[in-house]
């Protein structure tokens, strides 16, 4: 289990296995006083993936979530209010932040650079965006486009965006686009095979993408659009997790809804746990409907009051949008001159 | 220093225009009271707010004449009549919801979000609920039930304004007229009523307000003239009204102290658990009667639910009351702060281990970090007295029996709540929690259609939805 090399990291905290026992169903070694301790951390995590029975009992074992207690939680994070120095530094480490998008059957070449060349340079002095996000097949295109920018290239692949295809297909589409010069890899999950509850054929899958990734940073799309319930939202997560994501994704923005505030505070409570279990940290990345600074902001305050400090970065934090950029450059004018400028004054792409 | 610090995003105190001093509300004008006046102040910064007039027992007798001349007028009008006023009382609070929010928490020290979000929208929705049934009292069961006449009404400051509303808008739907004494640390909002009621045409003498300390509220209580007492408070004070009370007619509502058991078992939702059980304590500043203040979790989740639960309070935010992402406000007076530190003291003295987040406190007005004991037994004072302030006492179980027990081994019984994805055990637990008002996977929600009151030492009585009504009938 390549991917699970974690699970022995010295200075993990001591207590993480009484959660992840607990969930797996697992018997303790042994109990010292009040301290629990876990003679063979490897072990129970490798156990977590070892059978199609064991990952299935171990998923449903993580605590429920309560829909209306997560919506309740996500609304009343929504009516923080973030203003003057705090919205500039908020502005700016959104904009940091996106993944500017194009997945459109009309996408071309010309499009794709045009996209780079803002996602490089904004407008203004606004900081340059994560990453731009495009099919495998335009990836050449933007890798020379930014040429050493500093931006990713990021490409989605499986079959995106139904992920209905064979694994031998999906593994060569992601081949392709790593060899092509992609940095990240955004892929769909077999949302039928996970709603069938066959977990482990979901969790073979992105082992397999994974391992065709390389040194390429992987992108879980959960689509939880589809997965519709909240607990599979944090089954989901904590599949794509196990399996050796460094990112979990909302959407792919084809589905509606997308990136609603509860399911990206429930994938933030996934990562947070995770890396309290596990020692090992997991990106979030919500996408699609994403399309105000208001919103993005909104996302903020889940990541700051949710998962903390340590995922306000943009290598941990991302916004998956195409729209978002142009509201957020107009807002940052708006708050540097005190006035709005019309739309023409930014630009298209 | 965090990533992302919150600038300061106070609500404008433009919105209000508190004058320097204020006196009684009776038979629709406001009058000079004979009583030393008294100050009210920010508990947030203890600045003076405005001097308020103390109705003396004179005063009162004024008021409750005014109240039964009008009793004549008001009862007799047809519900459909009383129930335009009471809608229109409704909106003007809507119209007025900023002032009243912002007021709110200027003499009261809760949270502008709390306020705004919580309080002024149930006040305005009360009033709106109980104007509906002022028509309707005939199928609601009360058919040919005559209103029982002046009601006096006396309330505490933990709610100012949402208490007002359970008080007076069934009295009023019911067809009684109303002498009401709000809090001596919160009298603002109720003054703010008063000029609504004006601006609403309300006829004289229906909702007459006397300001004043515990003297005030023992001559409202015990004027021979008043059919009618209704009270929340605290336990001690119910029993001496209950004692005041006694050998007269008068009807009598008592809704009094609380300590409340929040259950989380093994199998809830972890997360939505901890919102709930800070919610249930942390709600302004715990100044709650229902407060879940003894959390009593499954002793095999003990340690994961403590330790998301500190995680969580750590993020809570003490401040400014009138700061928009204020979670925790001011504590209401220097009294109950010197309470609240005698029982934590206490707590601590008696052997639980005491724990606070990383929080500091302003310098002037009155603040208690949010604090949470473990290791706390049945037997401890912090497991038994209220506390009525952001302090929360751990305690653990192991069956759900057990659970039970613990829970309602306790002179109170005002509300419970219950966390576990198992509906069955659900109905089980409430079946046998001896509390007037059991949430599940919840904690803290307020509805005017929903009935509220306590068992035991919490009081008698209903306030709210149909049971309501019935306080202020006779039946």
Known sequence: MPYLWYADTPGVPRTWGTTALRWSGLELEALVGDAVMVSTVTTSLTDVASSDTALRAFLHGLPGVDRVGADQRAAMLGTRSIKTTAKAQAIDLAISMVDLTTLEGADTAGKVRAMCTKAVRPGGDAPKVAAVCVYPDLVPVAVEALGGAGVKVASVATAFPSGRSSLEVKVAETTGAVSAGADEIDMVIDRGAFLSGRYMKVYEEIVAVKAACGAAHLKVILETGELATYDNVRRASWLAMLAGADFIKTSTGKVSPAATPPVTLIMLEAVRDFRDATGRQVGVKPAGGIRTTKDAIKNLVLVNETAGDDWLTPEWFRLGASSLLNDLLMQRQKLATGRYAGPDYFTLD | ?475
């Open chain 2, 1 to 475: 220093m965090a990533i992302f610090e919150y600038a300061p995003a106070p609500e404008s105190r433009d919105v209000v225009d508190i004058k320097p001093s204020y006196g009684l509300f009776i038979n629709g004008e406001f009058a000079d009271g004979s009583g030393t006046p008294f100050k009210t102040v920010n508990p947030a910064t203890e600045e003076q707010l405005a001097e308020v007039a103390t109705a003396t027992s004179d005063d009162v007798d004024r008021a409750v004449q005014a109240a039964r001349k009008a009793f004549g007028v008001w009862s007799a009008l047809p519900g459909a009549e009383r129930a335009k006023y009471l809608f229109r009382i409704a909106r003007i609070i809507q119209e007025r919801a900023r002032e009243l929010a912002v007021l709110e928490s200027l003499d009261n020290g809760k949270p502008i979000r709390e306020s705004r979000d919580v309080d002024v929208p149930l006040v305005a929705a009360h009033f709106f609920y109980y104007a509906g049934w002022a028509d309707k009292l005939a199928y609601a069961g009360f058919g040919g039930a005559r209103p029982l006449g002046v009601a006096g009404q006396v309330i505490p400051w933990n709610f100012p304004l949402l208490m007002l509303a359970w008080k007076i808008a069934p009295a009023l739907a019911c067809g009684n007229t109303v002498v009401l004494k709000p809090a001596e640390t919160t009298p603002l909002t109720a003054l703010a009523f008063a000029d609504i009621c004006r601006q609403a045409d309300l006829p004289p003498g229906v909702v007459n307000i006397v300001t004043g300390a515990g003297e005030t509220g023992a001559a409202v209580v015990g004027h021979p003239d008043v059919n009618k007492v209704a009270f929340t408070g605290s336990t001690e004070v119910g029993r001496t009204i209950a004692r005041a009370v006694a050998g007269t007619d008068k009807k009598l509502t008592l809704e009094l102290g609380g300590k409340a058991a929040n259950i989380v078992f093994e199998d809830a939702a972890v997360d939505q658990a901890v919102e709930g059980i800070v919610n249930g304590i942390f709600f302004n500043q715990g100044h709650v009667c229902c407060a879940g203040s003894r959390l009593l979790v499954q002793e095999s989740v003990h340690e994961e639910v403590l330790e998301s639960l500190r995680r969580r309070l750590s993020t809570l935010r003490l401040g400014d009351p009138l700061d928009k992402n204020t979670d925790i406000g001011a504590i209401n007076s220097a009294e109950q702060l010197a309470k609240i530190r005698s029982l934590s003291d206490l707590g601590e003295s008696e052997g639980a281990q005491r724990w606070s987040p990383a929080c500091e406190l302003p310098d002037k007005g009155f603040w208690f970090p949010p604090t949470v004991f473990t290791g706390v037994a049945q037997s401890h004072s912090i497991a038994r007295d209220e506390i009525f302030g952001p302090v929360l006492s751990v305690l653990t179980f192991r069956t759900p029996a057990e659970a039970v027990e613990k829970a309602n081994n306790t002179p109170y019984g005002l509300s419970a709540g219950i966390w576990t994805e198992k509906g069955s055990r659900i109905l089980w637990m409430a079946d046998r929690l001896r509390a007037g008002v059991v949430w599940a996977n919840t904690f803290n929600k307020f509805d005017p259609a929903s009935p509220f009151g306590g068992y035991k030492e919490s009081g008698y009585g209903r306030e709210g939805g149909l049971h309501g009504l019935e306080a202020y009938l006779d039946v």
